[in-house]
């Protein structure tokens, strides 16, 4: 057990660091944001608002300014979406998608978490109060996708440039893996540097992309990658761009291989293995084949070039060496025993909306996290907010489920997406069992998810919209 000395004394630590955070330039940080957010705010008026928002979903992976506040992304963010609500105030402006359920649950759960405030040490309070903001706003994502996603190209549109995202953030991956542990920033500028590897040598090192970690990151290409397979062979006909798409799904695979983590593999062959029966199912046996063999084959070619020629080499030496002894893995044993004795201690409302420095338990846990978004949720907020975020998730699945009945148009180029959709959802699900997406440190992964429930959220009224016009253009 911690002595409570201990604990005084990384709460003191914590405390002086936020204060050095505080007085180390977060000024000029704000002030750059600001400057920011009214050129976003005032180019909504200018410029047709799709495209911006289609411009900041490719953003997503790269936070370019991050603080304890949050991150420039997200002050864009929050000024675009009030110059929305503006522009759009004339229309009929949707919370959600004919479901009020998925926003009443999820800010339930915003309320749980102010509930779980009240147990927040002293010394936490700015860390979670800010956290509690960031978290509501991820809302915002889902609100713009439901408003902005109202025809069948609106969808196309935007799936072409998470796709440019995906491109930006391998070319960063390069980049990373050529200057491994050295720094490098532009112009001088720290929050223009690029993240440099993770790990302390040359030896342990791998590759995290724009991300802060290397969960967040795979999730990130692992459901990228279904995403982008589904439009090589769904919606793109030409031959040419066939060849284009299926070299920017090779290239995604490698930086997945180096990046070392198992967890990534895993859920890429298990999202693989559920896209090949959705394609035999929806699409044809022929598509399911030819992607059983062509991601085989990708996957081996990648693993062979990254292995053979990076030092970021260690993915299948780590599977090898892994031992399981219940529901952990060796390099995390003990952890979710440990955080559900805890869990029974405050089984309620949690222990406050963020995990930080847990009380009372092991020292070598001290800030190791259960990596189990379901044991988080636990600990965090209690059974009452468990309850409202496993409603809020099953309402989204809902939204898809619901616009598949309706997903009939003879005239719609997205064949079956809302079921290739309820597919991402089981992978992210599965995901989840080894990280915690709402994590403060993985909030520009919380972004690209609530994105994509806005689009789950959004297919309903695209089917409705399609059969409205059938016969011509979704």
Known sequence: MLPRASLGRASSHLKAKVNNQVMGGHATQLLIGLLFAICVFLLTFLCEEKRIFCILACMIPFQIIESQYGSLNFVMTVAFSVAVFLKLRKRAVQIVSAGTIVTYAF??????????????????????????????????????????????????????????????????????????????????????????????????????????????????????????????????????????????????????????????????????????????????????????????????????????????????????????????VDTRQGLIPAFLKEIAKEPLIGHRPMYEIPPEIDMQLLLSPPHNLYIYLLYTTGIVGFSFFVLFLFSVFLQAYRAGRFWTGENMRLKAFPKFCIVLFLVFLIQQYFIEFIRWETRDYQQYIFLLFGVFCALPNIAVHCRTTEGSQC
């Open 107 to 328: 800010f339930g759960f915003i309320l749980v978490e102010m509930l779980a405030f009240s147990q927040t040490p002293r010394v936490l309070w700015k860390l979670n109060f800010f956290y509690i903001i960031n978290m509501a706003g991820n809302y915002l994502m889902l609100f713009l996708a439901v408003n902005l996603i109202r025809r069948e190209e609106d969808l196309i549109r935007l799936i072409y440039w998470l796709s440019v995202g995906t491109l930006f953030v391998d070319l960063y991956c390069v980049l990373q893996g050529t200057l491994g542990l050295h720094r490098y920033a532009f112009m001088g500028i720290n929050e223009l540097s690029l993240k440099t590897v993770r790990g302390d040598n040359l030896m342990t090192t791998r590759i995290i992309g724009p991300f802060i970690n290397t969960q967040s990151f795979v999730g990130y290409l692992v459901l990228q990658s279904m995403l982008m397979i589904y439009c090589r062979l769904v919606l793109v006909q030409e031959k040419a761009k066939r060849w284009i798409w299926t070299l920017l799904i090779f290239l995604t695979m490698g930086p997945l291989i180096a990046s070392n983590t198992r967890a990534g593999l895993l859920s890429f062959i298990i999202g693989m293995l559920l896209l090949v029966m959705f394609f035999a199912r929806y699409i044809g046996i022929g598509k399911s084949v030819s992607l059983l063999v062509a991601s085989t084959v990708g996957l081996a070619i990648s693993s062979y070039l990254v292995i053979t020629y990076t030092s970021y080499n260690r993915l299948f030496q780590r599977l090898s060496n892994t031992e399981v002894s219940g529901m952990e």
